[in-house]
Nanobody, 118 residues
Framework: VQLVESGGDLVQPGGSLRLSCAASGILFSRSAISAMGWYRQAPGKQRDLVATITSRDSTHYADSVKGRFTISRDSAKNTMYLQMNSLKPEDTAIYYC??????????WGQGTQVTVSS
């Protein structure tokens, strides 16, 4: 499984971005995926969960992003998304997508930088 993130950018506080995570080597339409999600890592900090989505499209969000971020996926495009609205400086981080298969394979993308600054 390979994951490639895109969509990171420099944005002003209050702005929006949509991150994409394109997957290859696995099909979203099959039931081989246990869960997918987005994580982020700010400089000098640990990698933290942002949002997850299961094979049944059940979602979970970190408290810090609830009501502002939306995770989704498009099986036809084999791509997962993170829509980020009302961005704050504290959202600045490298964002990584993650996929776990039902047989336990755990894959990460290379990350995409999101910077929120005026």
């Amino acid at each position: 499984v390979q994951l490639v993130e895109s969509g990171g950018d420099l944005v002003q506080p209050g702005g929006s971005l949509r991150l994409s995570c394109a997957a290859s080597g696995i099909l979203f339409s099959r039931s081989a995926i246990s869960a997918m999600g987005w994580y982020r890592q700010a400089p000098g900090k640990q990698r933290d969960l942002v949002a997850t989505i299961t094979s049944r499209d059940s979602t979970h969000y970190a408290d810090s992003v609830k009501g502002r971020f939306t995770i989704s996926r498009d099986s036809a495009k084999n791509t997962m998304y993170l829509q980020m609205n009302s961005l704050k400086p504290e959202d600045t981080a490298i964002y990584y997508c993650n996929l776990v298969t039902t047989d336990g394979q755990n894959s990460w993308g290379q990350g995409t930088q999101v910077t929120v600054s005026s």
